[in-house]
Nanobody
Framework: QVQLVESGGGLVQAGGSLRLSCAASGIIVRINTIAWYRQAPGKQREFVAAINSGGSINYADSVKGRFTISRDNAKNTVYLQMNSLKPEDTAVYYC?????WGQGTQVTVSS
């Protein structure tokens, strides 16, 4: 049974930083593609970043240069470092692998 648990969200001022964590169980992050998505109020869920088994990384254009995805194989955890946050980054952030999703963590960026 796959379980993804996100943490690290919160309230931050514009220009600030947060690091989100996605702790996985039931799967091995090192051999899977793990992605972060986000969903703002009234909007569709959108792709943010992903890291695959070979270490290749992709980012949405809106976060390139500000967000960094990484993984700790020993902890079976994937991270999303978010810098230079903007109010438009406000959303619930979800971790995803295949068809499994975490419960999400709220990120709120105040102007």
């Amino acid at each position: 049974q796959v379980q993804l648990v996100e943490s690290g969200g919160g309230l931050v001022q514009a220009g600030g930083s947060l690091r989100l964590s996605c702790a996985a169980s039931g799967i091995i992050v090192r051999i899977n593609t793990i992605a972060w998505y986000r969903q703002a109020p009234g909007k569709q869920r959108e792709f943010v970043a992903a890291i695959n088994s070979g270490g290749s990384i992709n980012y949405a254009d809106s976060v390139k240069g500000r967000f960094t995805i990484s993984r700790d194989n020993a902890k079976n955890t994937v991270y999303l470092q978010m810098n230079s946050l903007k109010p438009e980054d406000t959303a619930v952030y979800y971790c995803n692998v295949l068809t499994d999703w975490g419960q999400g963590t709220q990120v709120t960026v105040s102007s």
